[in-house]
């Protein structure tokens, strides 16, 4: 861990300085933030689904993302989970 903090620390004069524009807001849902969004990054194990079930009301909000005209790419840094088994959004009949 020390090695990794001091990689880090040996680049930082390169990086660009953080910048804070406005406060921090907190939003009901995902849905509050749409209209300003054209993209959603969402985690896949533990935000989207427990083990191999969705978590409740997941896969509608996701639906109900992409029918606005919002790209939906699902991440996960499950490095071990075997592609053949990945992860899919099954949309619900509507």
């Known amino acids: 861990m020390e090695e990794a903090f001091a990689a880090y620390e040996a680049v930082r004069h390169r990086l660009p300085a953080g910048t804070r524009s406005a406060a921090c807001q907190g939003l009901p849902d995902l849905d509050a933030l749409a209209d300003d969004v054209d993209v959603f990054l969402l985690d896949a194990f533990g935000v989207l689904n427990i083990g ?7 896969p509608e909000r996701v639906v ?11 991440v996960s840094n ?6 053949s088994n990945r992860w899919k959004i099954r949309v619900p009949q509507i």
Not at 52 to 58: K, L, R, S, Y
Not at 64 to 74: D, P
């Open 52 to 58: 191999e079930t969705a978590i409740p009301g997941v």
């Open 64 to 74: 109900g993302l992409q029918k606005a005209g919002k790209r939906v790419i699902v």
């Open 78 to 83: 499950a490095a071990g989970y075997p592609h």
